[in-house]
């Protein structure tokens, strides 16, 4: 964790950034429709700050605010049950992470692996090799299909009361499931929702 002086900049940058997808979430989405342009183009690296519920099934939830131009996304991630590889930490797991654009409701998913307890790390899967066989089909055709590439790390964690308090706040649907909160900087590249990825992406 960071000094207190670090912590308290980010909570700010993180409290504005909330408020910004609260907005979003109720379908206020004009200051959305202002960059849209700018915001979907192929290739563009997007940085800002995320807000992620980590629940003790393994599946996360929350959001990405790109700065500064304050465009929320949403964020769900779904464990992918698999056996782990020795070589791999009892803190590593792979997640399907679905990103999902609130005003035009399209959605975009990436497998990306999650390292760390309580404070996680997300990165893209460099490789899937020594997987079952379905596993490795799954990431390598969410890497040909989507070429997102991921990065998060955990800079302020909430947990217990700290948590469900920030969870009735921001996520209250996630209220009472015993849920840790990760905050932190997050970027996104190749993201493009004008894009078609057909009935099959979706669906997978």
């Not at 960071?2 to 504005?16: F, P």
């Not at 465009?71 to 792979?94: F, K, M, P, Q």
């Not at 299909?145 to 706040?169: G, P, W, Y």
Request: net charge negative.
């Amino acid at each position: 964790m960071e000094e207190k002086n670090d912590v308290s900049q980010i909570e700010k940058m993180q409290y504005y950034a909330e408020s910004v997808c609260e907005m979003g979430e109720k379908d206020e989405i004009s200051q959305m429709e202002k960059v849209e342009d700018e915001e979907e183009v192929e290739g563009v690296k997007m940085e800002g700050m995320a807000s992620i519920a980590l629940l003790p099934d393994g599946s996360i939830s929350g959001h990405f605010v790109h700065l500064p131009n304050s465009v929320c996304y949403g964020i769900h991630g779904t464990e992918i049950a698999c056996e782990r590889e020795c070589s791999r930490g009892e803190d590593y797991r792979l997640v399907k992470l679905t990103i999902m654009d609130y005003n035009s409701k399209k959605e975009r998913d990436v497998v990306v692996e999650r390292k760390g307890h309580d404070a996680a790390r997300l990165c893209n899967v460099d490789h899937a090799h020594g997987w079952e066989k379905d596993v490795v089909k799954l990431v390598d055709e969410k890497q040909h299909k989507s070429k997102i590439v991921i990065s998060f790390e955990c800079e302020t964690l909430k947990a217990d009361e700290a948590a469900e308090e920030h969870i009735k706040r921001f996520m209250p649907k996630l209220t009472g499931m015993d849920a840790v909160v990760n905050i932190g900087k997050m970027s996104i590249s190749g993201l493009d929702f004008k894009a078609e990825v057909g009935c099959t992406e979706q669906a997978s």
